[in-house]
Antibody, heavy 125, light 107 residues
Framework: EVQLVESGGGLVKPGGSLRLSCAAS????????MNWVRQAPGKGLEWVSY????????GYADSVKGRFTVSRDNSRNSLYLQMNSLRAEDTAVYYC??????????????????WGQGTLVTVSS | DIQMTQSPSSLSASVGDRVTITCRAR??????LNWYQQKPGRAPKLLIF???SLQNGVPSRFSGGGSGTDFTLTISSLQPEDFATYYC?????????FGQGTKVEIK
C-alpha cells in the first residue's frame, strides 16, 4: 500500500521559516513526480509546487514563488518543502501528493493520488 | 491560470437522491479534468480522472462526463458516506487549479 506521511508543521511567526517533509513508502518513489497542495482553514485546495522524478523540472504557484523551495531525496524516499518569509496567508494544511499518470488514446493524463494526511502550518505572531 | 468554477457551492440532498455537480473551465481543457472527494479532517481522495474514468475501488454510483469547458460529476443514488465536499481539478496546463468545492449536505 502506498503511504505518504507529512511532518514538520507547526506554529511560526510571520517572516519565519519552516521545512516540511513527506516520507513515502510502498512505491518506487524515484519514478514519480511529486506535488505539494495546501488548504487554508475552511477553504479550498491550492496547488503549491511540483518536482519531477529526478528533480529536472520544478514548478511553483505564483503565491509562493521566490519564498518556497521544493526538493527531494530519492535515496531516502522523501520530499521536502522549505518555506521562508512566511506570511499569515500561508497558514494551511499542507499535503504531499503523488502525481499519477495514464494514457488514453493520444493523451497522457495526470492526477493526484494518493495524498498524505497533511501537516498544519500556522503563521501567527 | 485556468480558472475552474463549480456549481452549486453547496447542496442539500437525501439518501437515494441523484446528485449532479457542475464544473466549468474558463478555457477549453479537453478531458483533462479530475474529481476528488474530501471528508472533514481527511485528505482528498481521487474519484475520477480524465473526466470520466472511475478510479479503482470507487463505487459505480459515481460517474463523470463532459469535455472542453463543461463537466459533471453525478452520484446516481446518494449514500450516507457520500456526504462530503467535492472538488474538480484541471490537469491541462500548469499551474494546476481546483474548483472552489461543492459541499453535499444531508437534507
Amino acid at each position: 500500500e502506498v503511504q505518504l506521511v507529512e511532518s514538520g508543521g507547526g506554529l511560526v511567526k510571520p517572516g519565519g521559516s519552516l521545512r516540511l517533509s513527506c516520507a513515502a513508502s510502498g512505491l518506487t518513489f524515484s519514478t514519480y513526480t511529486m506535488n505539494w497542495v495546501r488548504q487554508a482553514p475552511g477553504k479550498g485546495l491550492e496547488w503549491v509546487s511540483y518536482i519531477t522524478s529526478n528533480s529536472d523540472y520544478i514548478g511553483y504557484a505564483d503565491s509562493v514563488k521566490g519564498r518556497f523551495t521544493v526538493s527531494r531525496d530519492n535515496s531516502r524516499n522523501s520530499l521536502y518543502l522549505q518555506m521562508n518569509s512566511l506570511r499569515a496567508e500561508d497558514t494551511a494544511v499542507y499535503y504531499c501528493a503523488r502525481e499519477s499518470s495514464g494514457r488514453s488514446g493520444y493523451n497522457d493524463y495526470t492526477w493526484f493520488d494518493p495524498w498524505g494526511q497533511g501537516t498544519l502550518v500556522t503563521v501567527s505572531s | 491560470d485556468i480558472q475552474m468554477t463549480q456549481s452549486p457551492s453547496s447542496l442539500s440532498a437525501s439518501v437515494g437522491d441523484r446528485v449532479t455537480i457542475t464544473c466549468r473551465a474558463r478555457q477549453t481543457i479537453s478531458t483533462f479534468l479530475n474529481w476528488y472527494q474530501q471528508k472533514p479532517g481527511r485528505a482528498p481522495k481521487l474519484l475520477i480522472f480524465a473526466a470520466s474514468s472511475l478510479q479503482n475501488g470507487v463505487p459505480s454510483r459515481f460517474s463523470g462526463g463532459g469535455s472542453g469547458t463543461d463537466f459533471t460529476l453525478t452520484i446516481s443514488s446518494l449514500q450516507p458516506e457520500d456526504f462530503a465536499t467535492y472538488y474538480c481539478q484541471q490537469s491541462w496546463r500548469s499551474p494546476w487549479t481546483f474548483g472552489q468545492g461543492t459541499k453535499v449536505e444531508i437534507k
